[in-house]
């Protein structure tokens, strides 16, 4: 089991077709898991957002984000940097 956040999501013009954004806490397996496991249950999802009498309900398609993910990096990155520097 591994830990999701929805991050952003990009509604269509029409508002027909949605592409969510997932951030996802866990190892490569686990986050390709949560990735699919949201994708199958776009049914539901959509089930639900029909209770909210919405003009159209949007196809979902869910995304991982890769965004938190490189934020990590980069910081890893400049602690590196910061390691490497002389005190002045």
Do not use: W
């Not at 929805?6 to 027909?16: E, F, G, M």
């Not at 898991?33 to 249950?41: D, F, G, P, R, S």
């Not at 029909?50 to 869910?62: D, E």
């Amino acid at each position: 089991m591994s830990l999701c956040n929805i991050t952003a999501v990009d509604l269509s013009n029409d508002y027909r077709h949605a592409r969510v954004y997932v951030s996802v806490i866990g190892d490569a397996k686990q986050k390709e898991e949560a990735i699919k496991a949201l994708n199958h249950a776009e049914g539901f999802f959509r089930h639900e957002l029909g209770r909210l009498n919405l003009k159209y309900v949007p196809s979902l398609t869910f995304y991982f984000d890769t965004g938190a993910q490189y934020s990590q990096h980069i910081e890893e990155l400049l602690r590196t940097v910061r390691k490497d520097t002389p005190e002045e």
